[in-house]
Structure formats: structure tokens, C-alpha cells
């Protein structure tokens, strides 16, 4: 290795402007000399040349050679040049477990969860899961963060399916609706349900209707819904309950349930009573779905002792429960003193029309009532039922009733005109037309009115209807019964009227085309 030493001077003025030191590494290459390094000073602007010669040479900037800075054989580092670690991504992850997992157990990949892994709607209903399928998405969901509603219905999880998904359930804090409707799910995913329960504090809904759940898995729900604080709607609905004692007591410690779904089990005698025991108690429950059971006269009077204590239930629903007159006679004692009730559906069940005649009663006679809807479906109705219909919507505008009609004798004799073919017409008799009457108490101007406000206009242009007209009309007018007609509605009314007239009238003529075709068959027979 030797050192070139290389003094630059300016031409003119004979002082050096600096020197730049190089180092260069020597060849060893045979037959080249090696380099001696020079000291002193150089004569000003004078150099020698290879034969020893001086001469005069003039240095320029480009005979200089830069010095070669930072090069890769002297730069040093203790950073990493290699590839930059990724980042750890959630949902890749996920889904690695989950095809590692169905690799293992067997089990054929749904892509339905991998596509919609960070949806908020999971639904892999009837996706014919098993327990094992259940399992391998159960893991991924463990640490999901993006699925808040979970339907898992009919995939035949059993027991041990159940389990998995309620192991699940501990540890994810975001999934707040699940829906494990028939899964046959048995005593074995009860006992895992209802531990889950107890420790988890997201879960807001869970839909356990149809899972061959008994009397004996009863206690599990108490013990439950005693200490979760959390759940809002529970159906446990076409399931094997008929004791009814275990779920009395959980609705009657229950302070956070506010819709309860029961129907379609086998409560009856007893547990039929534990049910209206616990109504009794609860503070919380605002609607409470029975129907399909087997309360019969013995839970109408139980219901009608529930509903004169608790104040807080809005919806009851006893359809289809083998109850008679005599349960109605009860259940309108019931209702006669309730003030909180919006919606009581007894429709199916063999009341007669002196039941119903009970139950309007007893709306009638109670000045604080708020029921908004008497399901009497399929219960064929009396005149003298509407005539008192009519006295409770003046007192009660926005009440409602659902029936079987009118009773087949009654409706023969008394043939009404289609309230709106009344309305036509009065209109046409002082040269109205709809828009105008209309827009003549619409005081907002917004074509929508109240049903107190269609009355009034009814009244002010004297266009009397019946109670039962008055009723058909506004059935046709707010079909979903929120209390408001708009003008869309009126014209669909009327279009409907005209195309029931125009069929009518094409099927009279018809009918006078078919008998006059006979007669005159007759009549040519007979000549």
C-alpha cells in the first residue's frame, strides 16, 4: 500500500490551494513500479515528467481525481437491509386458521365465511355445518372484531356444536345477536348455553326456538337469566317446556328481558299458572309471545290476575290456546283494569262471539286504556259486536281489531255499500273532487292526515257511515296501522273500489248472460 501525495497550486499566484490526499491501493502486478510516496514542495507551476525531464504542466480540476467517499467496502451497519417484516394482519390470519382447521379435521372450506369474515352479518344458516364445521369457524371467531350478528340456524350443531359456539361466546366481548334455532342442541348445549351466559356481557338477543330443550333444562335458564344482565330478547320458542315452573321463576328474577318468545312448547295446567305467576313479579318483560300452548280457561284467569298487578307488558300474545267464553270473561276482567297493555291477540281460540263481546267491553268501560289492537282472528263477529266497535272508536280513534268476519246469517241480510263508492258519491253531489275534500282539513299540507282528522272531514261534509263502514274504511285506508291516511292511500282505495265494482258489475252481466242462455234453451226445447 503506498500514499500519493498531490499538491495543487494556482498558476498565478504561486501559493498552495490545498492538497488532496489519495490513497490508492497498489497493484501487484508484475513489471509496475511502486509508488513512493513525495515529500517536500513542489516547484511552483513545475512538474517532472516520466524521463526525469521538467517541464511546465498545467493542472486543471479534471485531472484531479475525486476521492471515493462512504464506499460499500468501508460503510458499516448494524441495521437489517434484508426484507421488512409485514405487518400482522387480523383477517388473514383468521382465515388461515380457519382452512388450516378444516384441512385438519376433514371438513370442506365455506368460502361464504371468508368472503364475509369482516362483515357485521354473519348468517351461515342451513349451511349443514355439524359440530366439527362449527368448530373450526368457532376458533377464528375467538379474537373477530367485526361480527356483531351471528346466525347459525338449522346447520344440526348437537350438543357438542353448541358448546363450541359457547366457548366462543366467552371470549368474543362483540358478537351482541345469535341465532341457534334448530340445532337440536339437546341438554348438553343448554348446560353450555347457559354457562356462557353467565360470563358473557355483549349478547343482547339469542334465538334458541326448536333445540328438544325439556323440563329438566329448565333450572339451566334460571340460573342464567338471573345473572345476566345483559340479554334483551329471548326466544325459546318450539322447544319440549310443558312443566312451566323453572321458566315462571326466571321470568319473575329477570330484571333485563323485554321480549319473550314461549310459543310453541307444551305449557299447560301448572306451568301454564308458574308463567302468570312470574308475570306478576317481572318489571321488565314489555312483550310476551305464548301462543300455541295449552293455557286454556285456567291460564285466562291467570293472565287476567297477571295483568291487573304488572304495569310494564305491552304485547301478549295467547293465540291458539283452547281458551273459551268463559277464559274471555276472565281475561276482560284483566284488561278492564290494565292501563299499560297495547296489543292482547287471542285470535284461534273458541271464545264465541259473547267472548269477544267480553273483551271489546271491557275496553270500552276503562277510560285509561292503551290497547291499540284486539286480534280476534278467525272469531266470527255479531251487528251488536259492531255497533259497540263503533262506540269504542269514538272514545278510542286509533283502535283496531283483527276478525273472522261478520257472521255469515247477519252479513247475508245486511248488504252495505263500499264506504268509499259513499264517499264518491257524496262528493259528486256538490261537485267536490277528492284532492279538494281532502286538502280541506289537511292543515299541514303534507297530503297525510290522522284518522281523527279524516273523521272530522267525514262529519264537516256530512257523509255519515256506519260503525261497520267507518271500520272497513279505515282498515282500507291505514293498513299498517300507524294511525295516518295519506292522500296515496285514498286514491288506492278509490282504484281498488272501482276495479271491485267493475268486477261485480262484469260478473252480474255474466251471470244474466248464463240464464238467459238457459231460458232460451227452455224455451226452444219446450216449443
Not at 299540507?445 to 279505515?474: C, N, S, W
Request: aromatic residues 6%; proline residues 2%; hydrophobic residues 35%.
Amino acid at each position: 500500500m503506498s500514499v500519493q501525495m498531490l499538491v495543487v497550486h494556482h498558476p498565478d499566484s504561486g501559493q498552495t490551494d490545498g492538497a488532496t490526499e489519495l490513497t490508492e491501493e497498489a497493484e501487484s502486478e508484475p513489471g509496475r513500479a511502486a509508488c513512493e510516496e513525495e515529500g517536500g514542495k513542489a516547484s511552483p507551476g513545475a512538474t517532472e515528467d516520466g524521463d526525469g525531464q521538467p517541464g511546465s504542466v498545467e493542472q486543471t480540476d479534471s485531472d484531479v481525481p475525486e476521492v471515493q467517499k462512504d464506499s460499500d467496502e468501508e460503510y458499516d451497519t448494524d441495521l437489517e437491509t434484508g426484507d421488512e417484516r409485514r405487518d400482522y394482519d387480523p383477517v388473514c390470519e383468521m382465515k388461515r386458521v380457519y382452512l388450516e382447521l378444516c384441512e385438519r379435521t376433514g371438513v370442506v372450506p365455506a368460502s361464504y365465511f371468508l368472503r364475509h369474515v369482516t362483515s357485521e352479518v354473519l348468517d351461515m344458516s342451513y349451511h349443514g355445518l355439524g359440530a366439527t364445521g362449527a368448530r373450526c369457524i368457532a376458533i377464528p371467531l375467538h379474537t373477530n372484531t367485526y361480527v356483531t350478528q351471528l346466525s347459525l340456524e338449522d346447520n344440526w350443531l348437537c350438543g357438542e356444536g353448541g358448546r363450541h359456539i359457547a366457548d366462543m361466546l366467552k371470549e368474543n366481548c362483540y358478537i351482541s345477536e345469535l341465532n341457534l334455532a334448530n340445532n337440536k342442541l339437546g341438554s348438553v348445549g343448554a348446560q353450555a348455553i347457559c354457562e356462557m351466559l353467565q360470563e358473557n356481557t355483549t349478547l343482547k338477543a339469542i334465538n334458541l326456538a326448536g333445540n328438544e330443550f325439556r323440563d329438566k333444562d329448565g333450572q339451566l335458564f334460571v340460573d342464567a337469566l338471573q345473572n345476566n344482565f345483559q340479554l334483551k330478547e329471548v326466544d325459546l320458542s318450539g322447544n319440549l317446556f310443558s312443566d312451566g315452573e323453572h321458566l315462571g321463576n326466571a321470568i319473575a328474577a329477570n330484571d333485563s328481558v323485554v321480549h319473550l318468545d314461549l310459543s310453541w312448547n307444551q305449557l299447560r295446567g301448572r306451568g301454564a299458572l308458574a308463567i302468570c305467576n312470574g308475570l306478576k313479579l317481572n318489571t321488565t318483560l314489555k312483550s310476551l309471545d305464548v301462543s300455541w300452548n295449552g293455557f286454556a280457561d285456567e291460564g285466562a284467569l291467570g293472565f287476567a290476575e297477571a295483568l291487573k298487578l304488572n304495569n310494564v307488558l305491552t304485547v301478549l300474545n295467547i293465540t291458539n290456546n283452547r281458551i273459551t267464553c268463559q277464559g274471555a270473561t276472565f281475561l276482560a276482567k284483566g284488561v278492564a283494569e290494565n292501563d299499560t297493555l297495547k296489543s292482547l291477540r287471542v285470535g284461534k281460540n273458541p271464545i264465541t262471539m259473547k267472548g269477544a263481546m267480553q273483551l271489546l267491553d271491557a275496553v270500552r268501560v276503562n277510560s285509561r286504556t292503551a290497547l291499540e289492537l284486539l286480534d280476534l282472528t278467525d272469531v266470527l263477529l255479531s251487528l251488536e259486536f259492531m255497533q259497540l266497535l263503533g262506540e269504542v272508536l269514538d272514545k278510542h280513534a286509533d283502535f283496531r281489531i283483527k276478525h273472522g268476519g261478520v257472521a255469515g246469517e247477519i252479513a247475508q241480510k245486511i248488504k252495505r255499500a263500499n264506504p268509499m263508492l259513499v264517499l264518491r258519491d257524496a262528493l259528486r253531489q256538490t261537485h267536490s273532487r277528492l284532492i279538494d275534500f281532502f286538502k280541506s282539513f289537511d292543515k299541514e299540507g303534507d297530503l297525510t292526515v290522522t284518522v281523527e282528522e279524516f273523521k272530522a272531514g267525514l262529519q264537516r261534509e256530512a257523509i255519515h257511515l256506519d260503525p261497520i263502514q267507518m271500520y272497513d274504511l279505515f282498515r282500507a285506508l291505514d293498513k299498517d296501522e300507524d294511525g295516518m291516511v295519506n292522500y296515496g292511500d285514498l286514491l288506492r282505495a278509490e282504484r281498488e273500489m272501482l276495479l271491485e265494482k267493475w268486477a261485480g258489475e262484469h260478473q252480474d252481466k255474466l251471470q244474466k248472460e248464463k240464464e238467459s242462455r238457459i231460458q232460451d234453451a227452455v224455451l226452444k226445447e219446450l216449443s
